[in-house]
């Protein structure tokens, strides 16, 4: 079975300060891992995919299958950063998508 | 990206009756469709995956007679949700892709209250 886990509801950061938003996943074969971001009053859109393995507005994520994490990474929080943060797993089914963790940077 | 729009983007019934919403991609032909269910504050669940021309499958726990999906075209596909009831209220986002390798884009999502 495919399940995505992020053990924080809320992460209350300062600006400036370094965000890590976790994730953990659940399959037993070879996954494809997905960050979704969806802020205020706006459409879910994709962040970032572990195959592209790129940085999208300073943020990062590295697949560890040893773990099965695929934690978001920032280095300076902004305050434009503020928003509900969805990890992704597709495997043989469509995406099966974690609780959610609303990030809210403080100014 | 893609586009995909959804109608309408809120609706308010009666408890009993039918209301449908429609999903559509803009600007690619969506080979698959996708219906989620969010409730507040929660993830989005999926309800079923509709493939252009074929009958949607439907996930564990969803039923399918109350739940009707067409996708009867690369850049349409309908919720209906018959007799509804006010525990169906909630928010509705499709997604839509042109092939497996490739982005899933979301809709706005449409507000279902049902009175």
């Known amino acids: 079975a495919q399940r995505v886990t992020q053990p924080e509801k809320l992460l209350s950061v300062f600006k400036g300060a370094p965000v890590e938003l976790k994730c953990n996943y659940s399959?037993?074969?070879?996954?494809?891992l997905f960050w979704y971001v969806q802020y205020s009053r706006q459409r879910l859109q994709l962040l970032l995919r572990?195959?592209s393995r790129e940085s999208i507005k300073g943020f990062t994520a590295d697949l560890n299958k040893g773990e099965t994490s695929f934690h978001l990474k920032k280095p300076f929080a902004q305050e434009e950063d503020s928003a509900m943060y969805y990890c992704?797993?597709?495997?043989?089914?469509?995406?099966?998508f974690g609780k959610g963790t609303r990030l809210s940077v403080i100014a | 990206g893609a586009v995909v729009s959804q109608h309408p983007s809120w609706v308010i019934c009666k408890s009993g009756t039918s209301v449908k919403i429609e999903c559509r991609s803009l600007d690619f032909q969506a080979t698959t469709m996708f219906w989620y269910r969010q409730f507040p504050k929660q993830s989005l669940m999926l309800m079923a995956t509709s493939n252009e021309g074929s009958k949607a499958t439907y996930e564990q726990g969803v039923e399918k007679d109350k739940f009707l999906i067409n996708h009867a075209s690369l850049t349409l596909s309908t919720l209906t949700v018959t007799s509804a009831h006010p525990e169906d209220s909630s928010f509705y986002i499709c997604s839509a892709r042109d092939n497996p390798y490739n982005e899933q884009f979301f809709g706005p999502g449409t507000r279902l209250t049902v009175l």
């Open positions: 399959y037993s074969g070879s996954p494809e």
């Open positions: 992704a797993l597709r495997g043989n089914t469509p995406l099966v």
């Open positions: 572990h195959i």
